[in-house]
C-alpha cells in the first residue's frame, strides 16, 4: 500500500514526460457524492489502464484485469498489481477475489473494469459492445458508474509493436450515472447507455 504512493507519483512523471496526457473532467468525479464508484472506460490499448491510474489519482483503487495485461512484461505486471489489480479468470479462487472487491466497492472503494471485457480492434471512435458485469456490480452496490472516453492510447503502443512510443492520449472522464433507485427497465438499459455516452464524445 505504501509502495502504491511512491509508485504513483513516478508513474505520473514518466507517463507525462514520455506521452502527453491530457485529462478533461476531473470535476465529474466530485459529484460522486459517495466514497464508492465504478470507473467504466472503453479500452483500446493494453497500457490503458495506467493512463487511468495516473489520470485519477488519489487513493488506490481496484482493478479488474484479464491474465493478458499482466504477460506484457514483467515490470507493468508488477506496477500493475501494485496499483491494486486484480487477475480475472474465473478461477475458484479468483471468484472469491471478486466478491471481495464487490464487498470493498459497497464500503467506498474505487473499481474500475473496462465493460468490454477486451480491446476494440475497430477503427478509432469506435466501442465494442459493453458486457453486464461492471454494471451489475454497480446496480448491486448501488454506487455511481463513471463512463470515462479514451483516444490515442492505441497508436502509442500496440501500433508499434507493443513497444511504447511517445505521443498523445486523450481521457475524458463523463458525469457520474446513478444506478441507486434505477427501475429494472433502467438497469436492463444501463451497459448500453454507458456504451452511448461514450461513443457520443468520441465522435
Known sequence: MVLYYILLPLAWIVFHIGFRVECI???NLKKVRT???????????AIDPVFIVVTRWGRR?????KKE???????LAWFFRCCG?????????????????????RNGETLLIFPEGT??????GGVGEFKNGAF???VKTGVPVVPVAVTGARALFENNGNRCHPGRVHICILPPIRTAGMSKAEQKQLPEAGRQTILAKLK
Open 136 to 138: 451489475r456490480i454497480a
Open 69 to 75: 495485461l499482466f504477460e506484457i512484461n514483467a515490470l
Open 61 to 65: 483503487m481496484v482493478v479488474f484485469a
Open 35 to 45: 466514497n464508492g464508484c465504478i470507473i467504466a472506460p472503453n479500452h483500446v490499448s
Open 25 to 27: 473532467g476531473r470535476e
Open 119 to 124: 480491446r476494440y480492434k475497430g477503427e478509432e
Open 85 to 105: 489489480a486484480v487477475c480475472v479468470r474465473g478461477t475458484k479462487d479468483e471468484m472469491a477475489a471478486i466478491e471481495q472487491t464487490v464487498e470493498k466497492c
